[in-house]
């Protein structure tokens, strides 16, 4: 079901459609859904591309928000980059685990049944996530195959597979440690101190997950950098291509980190963290090939 559906136009034909998709599975909030930037992509000879690849980009928020500066502003990015987008506003608490999980699949289910439409190459879909955006985005790097999964959404597992997978600042650990003990406690529920474990992703990686990009700092002192150190070591040991920047300074929820999403108060920039866009860039140009 469609919530909302705007095109803006040239001339000759569109230039970006931006639809909000209704993403709801059994037990969605209402408002579940799936905001689309997808470009036009002529095929009258001028442009050799004629398939974009798609990042689906699913914001953070702890599980009780989903963030607007970590949505609209990464996928305008994107969509500098010659790739379509989408930010997935998923369900935050009280909905718990694995709802939100499943409307990552059937995110990735419309983009596919859009495809042609869009003009999308569904073999080059990557999954982007910050902070707990990051920890479902890992999510479905280790779980897209799962029959849990697939037989919650009626799917194979070839068409649930993501190219890559794209992590900012991430909930990784459950580990009371490491832990952002919020974002699992209102992922899970009254079942946190049961299910914890399921949903610690350096427990969960197979030689099934998709290359992984990772970035973190090591001031984060909201989810600790030991998130991302133990995401790596877990890929490592499961043989996984995977790239990790660890910047020296910066808060944690820095987004893009440059004066596009600075916050009220002026916090949210971080100079030298800025560029982990542009190594991002490079490794989705590498993955693409």
Known sequence: MSIRSDSLFTERGFLMIYREISVRVAGSADDARLQTYI?????????????????????????????????????????????????????????????????????????????????????????????????????????????????????????????????SYPVITSDPAYAHIGSFENLLGKDYEAKAGEVSIEKKVTDAMPPCFIWHTMEDDTVPVENSLLMTMALRKAGIPAELHIFPRGEHGLSLASPIVERANGAGVQEECAQWIHLADAWLGRLFR
């Not at 607007?68 to 502003?73: A, I, K, S, T, V």
């Not at 879909?125 to 902070?131: A, D, L, T, Y």
């Not at 920890?135 to 649930?160: K, R, S, T």
């Open 39 to 167: 470009q036009d992509t002529p095929h009258d000879g001028s442009l050799k591309m004629e398939r974009r690849p798609l990042i689906l980009i699913c914001p953070g928020g702890g599980y009780v928000r989903t963030s607007y500066r970590e949505g609209e502003p990464t996928a305008l990015h994107f969509l500098s980059r010659g790739y379509h987008a989408c930010v997935l506003r998923y369900s935050v608490a009280p909905i718990c685990f694995p709802t939100q999980l499943s409307e990552v699949g059937r995110a990735i289910q419309v983009i596919r049944e859009h495809a042609d439409e869009w003009n999308v190459d569904v073999d080059r879909i990557v999954v982007q996530g910050s902070s707990a955006g990051g920890h479902l985005a890992a999510c479905y790097g280790a779980f897209w195959n799962q029959d849990f999964l697939l037989a919650a959404l009626g799917a194979n597992a070839e068409e649930m597979r993501p190219k890559g997978i794209m992590l």
